[in-house]
């Protein structure tokens, strides 16, 4: 079984990513985080400054 997580950074993003996890833990299965960006707040769909990455790797390692 494989269970895929919508992620935002608030609260509800939150207990989204925490019922993923908790589902995950389910043998055999697997669990894809993706980060949903709203598009309208930036000019790309991708943030160009260069603390975002390390901002998602810290997020995803926590």
Do not use: C, I
Not at 21 to 30: F, M, T
């Amino acid at each position: 079984m494989r269970f895929l997580v919508g992620y935002t950074a608030t609260p509800a993003g939150a207990d989204a990513l925490a019922l993923g996890v908790r589902l995950a833990r389910a043998p055999g299965a697997e669990l894809d985080v993706v980060l949903v960006l709203n598009a309208g707040d930036r000019a790309t769909l991708t943030p160009t400054d260069p603390g975002y990455d390390r901002l998602l790797l810290e997020t995803a390692e926590g």
